[in-house]
């Protein structure tokens, strides 16, 4: 009882202290160094620019915003990336050079589509500071086999592989939980942290270096792994050993959390990045439903994932071991597992798969600072409804949050999608809080 | 001992030594109440009655279900099935806390005298139909402070009668263990409740504050309260129970005075397991 | 270094506007966790419901401001404890965190999107409701008042604030002396110790939410009175967190620690902010190291560390006593 008083700053508290701020400035020190920010604005840079707009069905016109291009320079690297505002207009700013400017085709509305899709990517030159050049890309009707698409069953798909890929970030925030008995709020910027790795090696390049994107996931799975694992080690167990409460871990969480995100703002810029691998993919058509092949590879792969994670809790000691601590901590103990054991490798698994998710994320979505903060919200809905502490719970529920989340926009707007989870969250929590498949007796 | 020997409390006299035995004054009941935790179960207790005005302990070995049963009979868990009666009421569907409001109140076995308040202040939170407490009335001192006034000098006399007066203005957490024991039964008793609810009064009590403790609780008889107690503390079990009720894996193996336990076989099979043809010395090793 | 820019940004952020919603926001927040172990991390949306209840009620509605008023400061900020209150207040404390932070998100979402924007204004926000408010200032518009600090609106703002903090200070005072918030004390500290003496944990954990709500909503509404706009942008997440450091760093439980706390961190970020985009517009920053637009960012940062430092080493803050820490060693 004694112990937990503590006053003055104790040799633990130190170590815990030296921990907290080696691993914040090591974060600082990482982004600082690897990852910039897309875009530089310079003064004596030309112009590409450009205007989009397309006819509804009474033939009125209309701009269209949210559709964004890549610019790349005569070696495919991609050198800026621009949107189209509320008006349809977009800009960017780049040096003398001659440029490849792509129209980002999954970026458009539906039914809206490119009159001359092989047109694109246009070439645009500037040859002189200070020039600016249009790029025109003429819009019209969705093209033929979209109108064949039932639209609840592209959903379907769609919400199948959002549900996936929250799976596969969920699982440790759900194991987490459950071993250790901490809400972790940071967990999103585990899944931004790994879609920026994979950025900075595929993309950026180290030591002018760039990686193809498979090479660069490698690295993300075990840099997350490493980064969690280092996490709990300088973090989470000394504060553990301090017996700080619950709620201050928690709190701590979240500090880390802004932090973090803060940080990657910073070195990362405001704007959507993307990969250079399986970029632009024309959709393949299967009557009912179109999917580009990088999102059936995704779905595949996350599949594969899932699939390999659930029968290592299921068959492997280390699985059995994290489940049974997961589930009741203090009789695993008293069984013999070595409970800190358990909790670090939760810790490197969970965010390895975080971080793989947040690859995954960046190949079918993009690359934002903020990425990770707005799954984090899904992956709350997900695993609570399937159960916070249980790993398969957070499994089942997030597929069925992916899939709710998509199939919603069948009555509301797609921008308000996520907000449904969000709705599911409040009537879980009145009618069933324990999920579908947690006890009663964890929540309170 | 002889059966004609050993003492019955006057109320009890006539009151069979059997599991489930009917009392003539009741003032709480539980049927056919049921706990399962996943596939075990911790609770299963065909009939108890506790007679009104005694003190009743409720002991039995490690794991038997006794503090499962003691949370389910005080409200603060619900059972599978079966019911429960406290002075009539049928306390399925009473929230947790509406029990003090209807007269049991209830402590724990951590004490949990609240540390980051005085102690007077404890005292205080103890009483009930307070106007003060409704967010309405709080904020016009006028409203409450004559409750409060009256409620002070009550708490005052109970912290004398439980020797802590000299130490109202400190924070809970500065007493010592046996001190929050005290002011956790004297805040109960701000309660003015007719059942007290003890949850192993005496977990972690130092002997020489020991006799004081029995003596309050005593007392809390003397006043007409009704006391139960959940003990492993044999001494206390003897010197100041009325009736005893032994549970072993959760069923309720046996009831009758204190002095009858010892000789009971089934009582001896539960502590020691099923080879001991001799009687339990219960004042010695337990 | 224009230090005399320094002092006196620095002192406009000690006493006016900001500070005043801030430090609303901050006393609505001790009664939510400093008082009562709430863990409400969306206390922004209870700003944003005073902000838009007032402005949505006069501006989309038609309404008059007085109405508006009703709406903004009580009407939706109880409607709001309801909706997050009534599924969590019986669980674990990080399943109102949960719910709290999916709010905010959800606030983010729904006022910016273009498909309501009718009603919420969207991204741009709603402007134009406050004309009432001004009407009724006795200060001159034109001139400068309190060491020609404040403009007459804005001198008006900061009067009117203020005696709403002076009132909220009040009436925390008065409950935390009464026998209310002893219960919300005990409730704080040991939820199951007070159901057995009859207290019902579940309602004065709503209450207090309720109340620190309303805190929060007039707060909001000040900001949108003082901005003359409701925006999206002006009740994003981190506002929240803002208040938890000033809460934190205070000391909670007490009722001055939250202003003072709220005071001590307007200024560290007030002079960081200055001190830095000073430093970068006159070069003693270099480019490649920090712009301008990320000297924002660095006041996050911030945020975070203060949260992490605070919370893991010092939870009772500056003032606090270790007795009364709303971190507390559970």
Known sequence: MGERVVSGVSRRARSGAVGALVAAAAAAVISLLAISSPAAAQDDNGEIKGSLSAKDAEGTKFPVPDVVFIISDESGNEVATGSTNEEGDWSVSVPVGTYSVLLDVSTLPAGVDLRNPDKNPAQVVIDTPGKSKGALFPLGEAAVSEVTAIEWVQLLVDGLKLGLLLAMCSIGLSLI?????????????????????????????????????????????????????????????????????????????????????????????????????????????????????????????SVLILLGVGSALQFTRIGKAMRAVSDNRDLAESSGIDVERVIRWVWVSGSALAGLGGVMFGVTESIGW?????????????????????????????????????MSTLVIPTDMKNVGALVMLVVILLVRPQGLLGRKDRIG | MTAESIPVAPALAGVPWEPGASKPDVILTASGVRRTFGGLTAVDVDH???????????????????????????????????????????????????????????????????????????????????????????????????????????????????KLDHMREEFAGTLSGGQRKLLEMARALMVEPTMVMLDEPMAGVNPALKQSLLDHVKGLRDDGMTVLFVEHDMDMVQEISDWVVVMAEGRIIAEGPPASIGQNQAVVDAYLGSHHDSALDLEADL | MDWGAIIENTTRGLIGEQFIYFGLAALGLNIHFGYTGLLNLGQAVFMAA?????????????????????????????????????????????YLAIVTIAASEMFRIVARSPSLDRWTGSSDGLTGFA?????????????????????????????????????????????????????????????DAARSLGKNAYWYKMQALMIGGVFGAMGGMLRAIGTQSAQP????????????????????????????????????????????RQGVDNGHIPEWLMTGTQVGQVRFMLIGLGLILLAAFRPQGIFGNKEEMALDDR
């Open chain 1, 177 to 301: 939980y459950g071993t250790t008995g901490l809400t972790n709020f940071a967990h999103g910027e585990m899944v931004t942290f790994g879609a920026m790795m994979a950025f900075l090696f595929h993309v950026t390049g180290v030591f002018g270096w760039q990686s193809s994107l498979i090479v660069a996931a490698l690295f993300v799975i075990v840099i997350t792994g490493l980064a969690g694992g280092l996490f709990n080690q300088f973090v989470w167990r000394p504060l553990r050993r301090r017996g700080v409460s619950l709620i201050a871990a928690l709190v701590v969480s979240i500090g880390f959390s802004i932090f973090l995100r803060y940080v990657m703002l910073y070195r990362f810029g405001g704007r959507a990045g993307f990969y250079r691998d399986y970029r632009i993919q024309e959709k393949w058509d299967f009557v009912w439903f179109t999917i580009a092949p990088k999102d059936i590879v995704i779905m595949v792969l």
């Open chain 1, 370 to 406: 903020e990425m990770g903060f707005r799954t984090l919200l899904l992956m709350f809905a997900g695993v609570t409804l399937g159960g916070l502490g249980t790993a398969y719970g957070a499994l089942f529920g997030s597929i069925i949050v992916g899939l709710f989340i998509q």
């Open chain 2, 48 to 162: 108890l009655e506790v007679q009104r005005g005694v003190i009743t302990a409720l002991i039995g070995p490690n794991g038997a279900g006794k503090t499962t049963f003691f949370n389910l009979l005080t409200n603060f868990d619900k059972p599978d099935t079966g019911s429960r009666n406290f002075e009539g009421r049928d306390l399925d569907g009473v929230a947790a806390h509406r029990v003090a409001n209807l007269g049991m109140v209830r402590t724990f076995q951590l004490t949990k005298a609240l540390s980051k308040m005085t102690v007077i202040e404890n005292m205080l939170l103890g009483a009930t139909g307070q106007a003060g407490e409704k967010l309405s009335r709080s904020l016009f001192p006028p409203m409450w402070r004559g409750q409060e006034r009256a409620n002070t000098e009550r708490a005052d006399e109970l912290l004398a009668r439980f």
């Open chain 3, 50 to 94: 005073g902000a838009y209840g007032l402005s949505m009620s006069v501006v989309t509605l038609g309404l008059n401001f007085w109405w508006g008023l009703l709406l903004g400061v009580i009407v939706f900020p109880l409607i709001l404890a309801a909706i997050m209150g009534v599924p969590t207040l019986r669980l674990r404390a990080d």
């Open chain 3, 131 to 191: 004309t009432t408010f001004y009407d009724l200032s006795p200060y001159d518009k034109q001139e400068r008042y309190f060491f020609d600090l404040f403009i007459g609106n804005q001198m008006w703002v900061v009067t009117v604030g203020w005696i709403a903090l002076v009132i909220v200070i009040l009436i925390s005072l008065l409950l935390m002396k009464s026998p209310w918030g002893r219960v919300l004390k005990a409730i704080r500290e040991d939820e």
């Open chain 3, 233 to 276: 942008q002006n009740f994003i997440t981190d506002v929240t967190f803002f208040a938890w450091v000033a809460l934190i760093l205070g000391g909670a439980a007490k009722v001055l620690g939250p202003i003072a706390g709220a005071a001590v961190l307007y200024a560290i970020l007030s002079f960081t902010d200055v001190a830095l």
